[in-house]
């Protein structure tokens, strides 16, 4: 039986399904046992609302990310912070929260404290979790004429580069990059920070805006941006992490869920 302060709903859910017992000081509690189920549901107090901290959006999610690029090893603050561009405050504040949940060791103290992801795997569920459970993202849709996902996604790029804009392409084509699972897939899908220079780019696409049969999807960007500086490059081609694109995949139809679980058992495995 679990005891805790605060259970998340995510978590609580978690629980159920797994049929473990569970209470925290709301009144709520789980207990499924030999045919009896108890399940008392209650919201969780007001203290323990203003201690949840939301790790998987904005720039806490950027730290997330800096680590996942390091996973094994044993960073400090400031070296994260460089890495994922925001303050060390944000940093230090993530990391906190990570080692409240048992997802981060540490050693040392003072400026020369290091940690290290002590269960990336745990994590990684977590924010899975949460993306599935939270809000439903909906990506611009758009067409453009007679052209194969190879050959726009080239274009895009190319077309992103003419006007300096920043771009990731994410989704299925990187999917299929990074870790081919379908023998091929009919859209590209791409995040470019820069809204301005976007509108510049499908321009220059002869991108017209659609409601079905759309070939390449923009996706939106928190206004804390997104880790572009950890993006690798395969074939020439500026891909997001594949962190990210598992991220993606999760929010998008289709076969999107099946190729997500492809590209983790891929490329996001770790002992």
């Not at 939106?220 to 690798?232: A, I, V």
């Amino acid at each position: 039986m679990l005891l805790a302060k605060s259970i998340s709903n995510g978590a609580r859910k978690l629980l159920q399904e797994q049929q473990v017992a569970y209470y925290d000081l709301s009144g709520s509690l789980h207990i499924c046992v030999e045919g009896l189920l108890i399940l008392i549901d209650k919201p969780k107090t007001r203290t323990a609302k203003k201690r949840d901290i939301n790790l998987f959006r904005g720039s806490r999610a950027r730290v997330l990310h800096a680590l996942f690029s390091r996973v094994g090893e044993w960073v400090t603050g400031a070296e994260i912070a460089q890495e994922s561009g925001v303050s060390t405050a944000t940093v230090s504040q993530t990391f906190k929260e990570l080692e409240r949940r048992d997802w981060l060791d540490a050693k040392g103290s003072g400026p020369a404290k290091r940690r290290r992801l002590s269960s990336p795997a745990d994590l990684l569920d977590s924010w899975r979790e949460a993306i599935l459970s939270g809000p439903t993202v909906k990506p611009e849709r758009y067409y453009v004429p007679r052209k194969k996902p190879e050959e726009l996604s080239l274009e895009l790029v190319h077309a992103a580069s003419e006007e300096n804009a920043e771009i990731e392409l994410t989704g299925q084509f990187a999917a299929q990059a990074y870790a081919p699972f379908l023998s091929s897939v009919s859209e590209v899908s791409a995040r470019i920070p820069d809204k301005r220079a976007a509108e510049r780019v499908l321009n220059q696409l002869g991108a017209r805006k659609v409601s079905e049969g759309a070939n390449l999807f923009l996706l939106p960007c928190e206004k804390s941006g997104y880790p572009t500086r950890l993006e690798n490059e395969v074939n020439g081609l500026p891909l997001a992490s594949a962190l990210q694109v598992y991220l993606d995949l999760l929010k998008e139809h289709g076969r999107s869920k099946e190729m997500a679980d492809h590209l983790r058992s891929q490329e996001l495995v770790w002992r």
